[in-house]
């Protein structure tokens, strides 16, 4: 989110000292007048700031006079310059992004000055604490506090696969994503910016506590806030995004088996038989042909990122049908099966199958997800 620079900056050549101290009669030659050079005219430093020196020299000097300054900002402070060094302290950032600074050199009777561009990266990221508590399978609580509680600010939780499939990849472009998404929802209420994140409490002011659920178990998620000045439909970010990472376990998994009965006919369909023992909920069935990422050698017991990776499909394929204004409890009668159940479903032809078949449960209405580990079982169109 943002460029960590050196505090220090790297002396890469002792330059020579002052010879000016000798000059006769400490008058300017107007023939040869005095030649003022610094180590270097950049100085780059983080947004936490800190001390630099640089070295300076000057040729035909006058004895006893040393070269003066003038700043255009105010974040550059405690000048001082000595015989042959001038140093200075750079103030810690307080905006989000990058700036600029000119400290410039001058010396008495020298034909030029000379200028040195301080730039610094954005404020750290030490504005807000964020702290993750009550991490279930499927939900958190997130408290945000900021240094200021006079800030504005956006104080909200994202899953991580936004990032690999949205492609968003700078702090700018996901909060002008953010922001547009935003307005698209306050516009379809007739409402502004300024008005939906108060309303939908996606922000504010001072220590804010939230409570996430209906989240993926086992996901890992992006929680967030950043400074942001609103009017209307036009945003400015004042502070940069703050982040941190919480990844859910997976939800305690009962101990359920299953009896099944798998015949393939010449045609490769395949008559799937299945009765749940001491098991009175939904279950369901996922078939993966031995080309599957997820497919497991018949007599190997399934790896944990099999098992999670399951559990995942299985609940986004919940939650999108759920966000078409379905209920729970239609995803699972619908895509799902209690007691015993004959099912019939088309094979390719050569290929190995594994069929794992797993309890699965809804919360108060919430996103169905996993609730024992996969039984698995085996056929073949060979």
């Known amino acids: 989110m943002h460029r960590l620079l050196s505090l220090f900056v790297t002396l890469l050549l002792a330059l020579p000292t002052m010879v000016s101290c000798e000059d006769v009669n400490n008058a300017i030659d107007p023939t040869n007048p005095p030649k003022l050079d610094v180590e270097r005219s950049t100085v780059q430093i983080s947004g936490t700031g800190g001390k630099c020196s640089l070295f300076y020299t000057v040729e035909n000097g006058i004895k006893g006079v040393l070269p003066t300054y003038k700043c255009d900002v105010d974040w550059i402070e405690d000048v001082v310059i000595t015989n042959s060094l001038i140093s200075f302290t750079v103030a810690e950032s307080n905006v989000a992004e990058v700036r600029y600074g000119r400290l410039t050199l001058s010396y008495e009777g020298a ?55 949205s492609g968003v990849s700078t702090a700018e472009a996901f909060v002008d994503a953010e922001m547009q998404n935003y307005i698209s929802i306050a516009e379809s209420y007739g409402r502004t910016l300024e008005e939906l994140i108060p309303a939908a409490n996606l922000g504010g002011m001072g220590t804010i506590v939230r409570t996430f659920g209906g989240m993926q178990p086992g996901g890992t998620y992006v929680v967030y806030c950043y400074g942001i000045e609103v009017s209307g439909n036009d945003y400015t970010m004042t502070i940069p995004i703050h982040y941190d990472l919480v990844t859910l376990p997976m939800p305690t998994l009962y101990d359920v088996d299953f009896i099944t009965d798998i015949s393939v006919n010449a045609s490769c369909l395949a008559t799937i038989a299945v009765a749940p023992k001491d098991w009175d909920g939904y279950y369901y069935i996922q078939i993966a042909p031995s080309t599957s990422l997820y497919y497991v050698e018949q ?74 580990m996969p039984d698995l079982f085996y056929c073949s169109t060979r």
């Open 299 to 372: 007599g190997t017991a399934p790896e944990d990122y099999i098992v999670k990776g399951m559990s995942t499909a299985f609940y986004k394929k919940a939650r999108s049908y759920m966000s078409q204004g379905h209920s729970a409890d239609m995803f699972l009668s619908t895509m799902c099966y209690k007691g015993t159940n004959h099912i019939s479903v088309q094979l390719e032809k050569g290929l190995n199958y594994m069929v794992a078949v797993f309890a699965v449960e809804s919360e108060d209405g919430a996103v169905p997800v996993m609730r024992s």
């Open 111 to 165: 034909v030029s000055s000379r200028s040195i561009i301080v730039e610094q990266s954005e404020m750290e990221p030490n504005f807000f604490t964020i702290a993750v508590e009550n991490v279930t399978y499927n939900s958190c609580k997130v408290t945000y506090t900021p240094k200021d509680d006079n800030v504005f600010y956006i104080a909200n939780i994202i899953d991580k696969e936004y990032f690999i499939s």
